[in-house]
């Protein structure tokens, strides 16, 4: 193979590579791992989902029900806000939609508020929450997702940035109007595209 071609090879990936990130991010190859306080533990026997605030009727799912959930594959990359992108992983899970299905909203409802253990939140719009590829995930690249990632389950927002897909997610609470969640409060965009580089600031 000549020069010539393999430099053109490797331009044509590095411009391919580069349509990908967003601004003012880099490419990891590594999954990196951040969160605020420890991995908790988790017993899936006694584990609950709670779908609250603006809905109808509350419903509080076990384990075992979201496991029976309808499941699908996403292949889609990911942006931490803290500047890294992950190219390329599958994700695999429960899409919202299917959970959505199993509550009626309040005509208020506009918002949600994400729950995670350890008091963890993070806000979203119904529109940027109710999009076709976010899900509950458990597995990523075929392999269950590390404790450390979010297991049992994470939400999984690949539009934005990734602190909006809480880790060890326990629940949806609908709200009229938006709220700070946790990264939120400390100043954090409440919406966080990255393709905007909505990162900090939104008062
Ligand atoms: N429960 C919980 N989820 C969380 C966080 C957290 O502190 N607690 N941090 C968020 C942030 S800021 C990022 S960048 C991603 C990191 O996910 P990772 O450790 O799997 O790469 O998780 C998000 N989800
Ligand atoms: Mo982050």
Not at 68 to 77: G, N, Q
Not at 80 to 101: A, H, I, N, Q
Not at 117 to 126: I, Q
Request: charged share 25%; with cysteine; hydrophobic share 35%.
């Amino acid at each position: 193979m000549g020069f010539n071609f393999l430099r053109r090879q490797l331009n044509e990936r590095e411009r391919a590579v580069a349509e990908r990130l967003p601004p003012g991010q880099y490419l990891t190859e590594k999954w990196p791992v951040l969160h605020y306080g420890s991995v908790p533990k988790v017993d899936l026997a006694t584990w609950t989902f709670t779908l609250d605030g603006l809905v109808v009727e509350p419903r509080t799912l076990t384990y075992d029900h979201v496991k029976a959930l309808p499941r699908k594959t996403v292949a889609s990359d990911v942006h931490c806000v803290t500047r890294w992108s992950l190219l390329d992983s599958t994700w695999e899970g429960v899409p919202v939609s299917e959970v959505m299905k199993l509550v009626e909203l309040k005509p208020e409802a506009t918002h949600v508020m994400v729950h995670g253990e350890h008091g963890y939140t993070t806000n979203l719009s119904l529109d940027d929450f109710l999009r076709d590829e976010n899900m509950l995930v458990d597995t990523r690249n075929g392999e269950p997702i590390p404790a450390e990632h979010g297991w049992p389950l994470r939400l999984f927002v690949p539009h934005l940035y990734f602190w909006k897909s809480a880790k060890w997610v326990r629940g949806f609470e609908f709200m009229a109007g938006d709220r700070p969640g946790f990264w939120e409060q400390y100043g954090y965009h409440m919406r966080g595209d990255p393709w905007a580089e909505e990162r900090y600031g939104w008062q």
